[in-house]
C-alpha cells in the first residue's frame, strides 16, 4: 500500500446546528430552501450530512490505456517480464463492449424516484503517443490527446460512441483525473539517468504500453512522486499548468469542463485544489483512507467528497455483507455512500474482468435498493447542487432530503489519502 498525506480541514463531530430541507416541487425538481450562510464566518469550512441514503459510484482510470491485449502482453513477455502475476498486469482499455455492458448493468437498476445510478468516470485526459515517441528513438515523452483518439497500434472500434451513449442515458458523469496518471519529472529523470529504469520504460514503450505501476513506484502520480524533492509535489506553478491542459484536452473531449475532479493516485495537496478551483472544477474527491469522513466545502469553494468503499473485485472476491455494513455506518452518520470500482474490473480482452465484477455490482446494488427503499442515486454534480445551488434534478415530486450543516470549530489536520 503506497499512501501519501494531505494538509485539509478536518471537522469535529457535532451535526445539527441547523438544518436545511430539499423538498420536492410540483416542477419536478428538488429545491433546497438553502439557509445559506446563516450565522458562519465566511471563510469558515462547512460539512455537511444527508437524512436519506445517497448512493454514488466512482470509476478511475478512464481512457488510460495499459497492455494493448494479446499482442502486447506477447511482446512484452519475449522481453522478459512475467505478466500476469497481479491484476494489473492484465489492465487493457475497456472496449465499446464493455463499456455497453456496464450501461446496461446501470440502466436495469432505478432508486425510489426513478433515476439509474450515475457512474462518475474519472478520464485520463491523453496517452503517450507512441508512434512520434518511436520516430524520436523513445527518448522523451510526447503526448496524444484523446480526443484525436488512441495511440500506435491499439484500436477500440465504437468506444467514444459507447462512452457518450452511457453519458447520454444518464449513467455515466465524466470528470477529471489527469492527464497522463504517471509522474512525467520522474520518467523525464530516468531517462536522463540512461539506466534500468530508462530501458524498463523504453521497453513497455515499444509495446504501446505508457507503464505499470506496481512494477515501478517509482514513476508515481501525475502531482507527485516519490523521489522528488520537497515533499513529492509539483509546484503550485507546475500543477497549475497541468490542470489548465488536462481541462482543456477535457472539453475537447466531452465538450464540457469538468465539474468533478480526482487526482491520480489520490495524490493532490492544496495547489492541486487551488488549481482545479481556478479551473472551475468545484468537486475534489478523495479516496478511502483511514475512515470516514463527511463531505465538506473548503475556502477555495470547492466541495470535498471521500470515497468510503473499495469494490474492486478484480482484486479479491467482494463480501456483500461487508459492504451493507459499511452503507449501514454511512448513512447512520449522514454520509453518502461512495463506491471505488476502478476501470480494469470492467476490461475483457486479456481476461474476463468485466462478467464477474457486473454480476457482483449488480448484486450489490440490488442488495442497497432492497435494504433501503428511500435510497437515492447521485452524482458528483447533485451533491455539490444539493449543498450549495439549492437544487437536486431528479425527476420526481415525492423526494424529500434533510441536509445538516456542522459549522463547529475546524482544525487543521493532517489526512490520509488512500492507495491508487
Ligand atoms: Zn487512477
Known amino acids: 500500500m503506497n499512501e501519501s498525506w494531505r494538509l485539509s480541514n478536518r471537522g469535529c463531530e457535532g451535526w445539527a446546528t ?154 455515466f458523469q465524466p470528470a477529471l483525473h489527469g492527464t497522463t496518471h504517471f509522474s512525467d519529472a520522474a520518467a523525464v529523470r530516468a531517462l536522463a539517468k540512461n539506466g534500468e529504469r530508462a530501458q524498463l520504460l ?16 517509482w514513476i508515481g502520480y501525475e502531482y507527485w512522486s516519490p523521489e522528488a524533492a520537497k515533499g513529492g509535489f509539483l509546484s503550485a506553478e507546475r500543477q497549475n499548468e497541468l490542470v489548465i491542459q488536462s481541462c482543456k484536452a477535457f472539453s475537447q473531449c466531452f465538450g464540457t469542463q469538468p465539474l468533478s475532479a480526482c487526482a491520480p493516485g489520490y495524490r493532490a495537496n492544496t495547489n492541486t485544489d487551488r488549481a482545479w478551483a481556478a479551473a472551475g472544477i468545484h468537486v475534489a474527491v478523495s479516496g478511502t483512507g483511514d475512515g470516514l469522513r463527511a463531505p465538506f466545502i473548503d475556502e477555495y469553494g470547492i466541495l470535498h467528497v471521500y470515497r468510503n468503499v473499495d469494490f474492486e473485485p478484480c482484486e479479491h472476491e467482494p463480501d456483500i455483507e461487508k459492504y451493507l455494513e459499511l452503507a449501514a455506518l454511512c448513512f447512520a452518520r449522514g454520509l453518502p455512500l461512495v463506491i471505488s470500482i476502478h476501470s480494469i474490473n470492467f476490461h475483457s480482452t486479456l481476461k474476463d474482468f468485466r462478467g464477474p465484477s457486473i454480476a457482483t455490482l449488480d448484486r450489490l446494488l440490488s442488495a442497497l435498493e432492497s435494504k433501503y427503499s428511500e435510497l437515492l442515486y447521485v452524482n458528483d454534480e447533485d451533491l ?37
Open 18 to 171: 441547523f438544518s436545511l430541507l430539499v423538498a420536492g416541487v410540483g416542477s419536478g425538481e428538488i429545491v433546497l430552501h438553502f439557509l445559506k450562510n446563516l450565522g458562519r464566518k465566511r471563510d469558515e469550512p462547512q460539512s455537511f450530512a444527508f437524512s436519506r441514503p445517497l448512493v454514488a459510484l466512482h470509476s478511475d482510470d478512464w481512457g488510460r490505456v495499459g497492455v494493448r491485449d494479446r499482442e502486447g502482453f506477447e511482446l512484452l513477455r519475449s522481453r522478459g517480464l512475467r505478466l500476469g502475476e497481479r491484476p494489473y498486469d492484465l489492465y487493457t482499455l475497456e472496449t465499446a463492449e464493455d463499456v455497453s455492458a456496464l450501461t446496461e448493468l446501470l440502466l436495469r437498476h432505478r432508486d425510489v424516484a426513478g433515476r439509474s445510478p450515475c457512474l462518475v468516470m474519472n478520464v485520463c485526459t491523453a496517452n503517450l503517443d507512441f508512434s512520434k515517441m518511436r520516430a524520436d528513438g523513445f527518448r522523451r515523452t510526447m503526448l496524444l490527446p484523446l480526443s484525436a483518439g488512441l495511440p500506435g497500434s491499439w484500436s477500440r472500434p465504437g468506444l467514444f460512441d459507447a462512452y457518450r451513449a452511457g453519458i447520454d442515458k444518464g449513467v
Open 202 to 217: 523504453q521497453t513497455f514503450w515499444t509495446a504501446e504500453t505508457p507503464y505499470i505501476f506496481w512494477r515501478m513506484p
Open 384 to 420: 455539490y447542487r444539493m449543498v450549495t445551488a439549492g437544487v437536486f434534478a431528479d425527476g420526481s415530486a415525492k423526494v424529500r432530503v434533510k441536509v445538516s450543516v456542522n459549522q463547529h470549530a475546524w482544525s487543521q489536520g493532517i489526512a490520509q489519502r488512500g492507495s491508487a
